[in-house]
């Protein structure tokens, strides 16, 4: 059942030139700059004032760039650990959970806490009414953003690499407004975007944006939320696995807020990233203090995708280099970027469904196992507050005794292909 909802006020700000603007639908950049950067929502409830647990992700709404509530949202929950925190003789480990967890409080269907971006994002004003939203995803947030679409009847245009098919599963079938096209095997995330910049060309459709939309981030950035709220305070350590950093950039965010809200704190959580070995273009960045992402190869990109588990940490061309993105984040907030490989990753899985009971997905086991590593290493104090943002788990208990379906593709296309024949195609399609 709908709940009444109140639309939240906000205002945007460039965070390359200061200048501040309102939201007149679905902006992506501020208006008339050159220099590229990311724009921020300012919110006008400086005091978070979080709603009840039935109202899902809209409970953080003070802090959501949203007009409306949308149906079938759970929040991330956040809960003091004390098995895994024992093993590791920390005294103040607390877990931020998305995924499935009925016994805790949280039932995301899809899994993954790519609904907290899905339920901000499409929610969000919008003015592209009669045109269709133009995801491109690795898996995760394709999953999620065509859950949230089907449910509300929201157009979408999903963009996929066939390898990553597997990572569309639903419990039920989708309704016909979502729609899937792929980059043919062999491709990765990077192909996927090509595809989506060449549809959000088209008027037909109009881009999701990634990094770049403040809905996206401030509804990952619920996480953050969930944990200061829930410990009484801002966490000392941040623990997450990134493909894009967007997550990272969300919680360095939400972070200033809880600042200017004046009751968590006035201290920046470390944010403590990291990567599944072999591909690790945020890593070697990072080290070499580079603010651009260093010259990558494409055919070695993609044979190091291959090899990781966690393909969703898969993006070639991150947000990291951008003004407000990642590196900016890392310097204010101070962290470091860290690195597991899949057999730490599959060690940490188990580990974690030992001692905390659920199973997580492998990029959560990428954060668990560098956890792990600095922990041992006496890389971090054993009395901080830290936070490690499990960002999906509970598959394996939300597929068992289920049917499940998987989205097929409506069209596969080339590695390169042509432009002009996949704007043909698409427009067959629609």
């Given amino acids: 059942m709908a709940k009444s909802f109140e639309k939240t006020n906000y205002s945007l700000r460039s965070l390359v030139s200061g200048k501040r603007f309102g939201d007149t639908g679905w902006m992506l950049d501020a208006p008339d700059e050159e220099v590229p950067g990311l ?14 647990a039935g109202f899902g992700i809209y409970r953080f709404s003070d802090w959501l760039p949203v007009q409306k509530m949308l149906n079938g949202s759970s929040a991330p929950i956040s809960y003091k650990s004390e098995t895994l925190a024992d093993y590791l003789g920390l005294s103040n480990l607390y877990i931020t959970f998305s995924g499935f967890w009925p016994e805790k409080g949280v039932t995301m269907k899809t899994c993954s806490f790519k609904e907290t971006e899905a339920y901000s994002v499409c929610a969000r004003h919008n003015p592209h009414q009669n045109k269709t939203l133009v995801v491109a995803s690795a898996g995760n947030t394709a999953r ?6 089907s449910d509300n009847e929201i157009p979408l245009l999903l963009c996929v690499p066939e390898d990553n098919l597997d990572a569309l599963w639903f419990d039920a079938p989708l309704i016909d407004c979502v729609k899937l096209i792929c980059p043919k095997k062999g491709s990765d995330y990077f192909d996927a975007i090509h595809l989506s910049t060449i549809a959000s060309g088209m008027d037909e459709f109009y881009p999701e944006g990634g990094a770049r939309n403040v809905a996206r981030r401030d509804g990952m950035g619920t996480t953050a939320l969930s944990a200061a709220t829930f410990i009484g305070r801002i966490p000392d350590y941040y623990f997450q696995a990134v493909g894009s950093g967007t997550g990272a950039i969300a919680a360095w965010e939400a972070n200033l807020r809880l600042i200017e809200d004046g009751r968590f704190g006035n201290h920046k959580m470390k944010l403590m990233v990291s990567q599944n070995a072999p591909f690790t273009p945020i890593h070697d960045a990072w080290k070499a203090d580079s603010r651009a992402m ?13 090899e990781i588990d966690a393909k969703v940490l898969s993006n070639r061309k991150p947000p990291y280099p951008i003004v407000g993105g990642l590196y900016d984040a890392m310097k204010d907030a101070g962290g470091d970027v860290l690195l597991a490989t899949n057999e730490e990753s599959k060690n940490a899985a188990k580990l974690f469904k030992e001692l905390e009971g659920n199973d997580i997905h492998p990029a959560a086991a990428i954060a668990c196992a560098t956890l792990l590593t600095e922990t041992k290493n006496n890389k971090v104090e054993k009395d901080a507050t830290i936070m490690l943002n499990i960002t999906g788990g509970g598959e394996e208990r939300f597929k068992t005794g289920r049917d499940l379906f998987y989205l097929k593709p409506d069209l596969i296309f080339d590695i390169n292909p042509d432009e002009a024949e996949v704007k043909k195609a698409l427009i067959e399609l629609f």
């Fill in 39 to 52: 724009i921020r929502a300012e919110y006008e409830k400086k005091q978070l004032n979080i709603k009840n």
């Fill in 144 to 149: 999620a953003f065509a859950q949230v679409c």
């Fill in 294 to 306: 260093l010259p990558l190869d494409n055919d070695l990109a993609r044979k190091q995708v291959e």
